[in-house]
């Protein structure tokens, strides 16, 4: 994908981090991948804020450092990355909240043409998955790597 994004580092190709960079300061993020389910293979993409206290994940923080697109585009990279290394199987998406979620189906519909040049997305309703489209209102997302 050819968007900006910030550089992420991994030990392990399943857990990464990066820091954004906007007004609210350097903040940084985590992105973890865990197998949800062996067929076919799906992993579950978690993501969001490290805590400054305790280091782990907090999916719940809103930073609003203004560079949303950015941090989505880095998070897509992680994708790539993952697949690289793991193979390019299902990865699953959902916001920690129905807020958040439709946060990052507004920003897939603002990528779509870029994300869609790298990878098949499917928007989920309940259990049923659809080809991705503008203007539905999904409760998941799913990718996959073409």
């Known amino acids: ?11 392990d190709f399943k857990e990464y981090e990066f820091f954004s960079d906007g007004p609210k300061g350097r903040i940084k993020k985590l992105v973890t991948f865990t197998r949800m389910q062996v067929y076919p293979v799906m992993y579950n993409l978690a993501f969001g804020d490290a805590d400054p206290e305790t ?12 560079d949303r697109d950015v941090v989505l585009a880095t998070v897509a990279n992680t994708i790539i990355k993952f697949c690289d290394h793991y193979g390019d199987h299902f990865i699953f998406a959902k916001g920690s909240t129905p807020t ?22 499917y928007g989920m309703i309940g259990d049923e998955i ?8 999904y409760d998941a997302f799913l990718v996959k790597r073409k």
């Open 55 to 66: 280091g782990l994940m907090n999916d719940l923080i809103t930073s609003n450092n203004e």
């Open 130 to 137: 659809y080809q991705f489209q503008t203007n539905v209102n």
């Open 100 to 121: 958040r979620t439709r946060l990052y189906q507004m920003g897939i519909n603002r990528l779509i043409s870029e994300i869609g040049k790298s990878f098949d997305v």
């Open 1 to 11: 994908m050819n968007l900006p994004h910030y550089n992420s580092t991994t030990t």
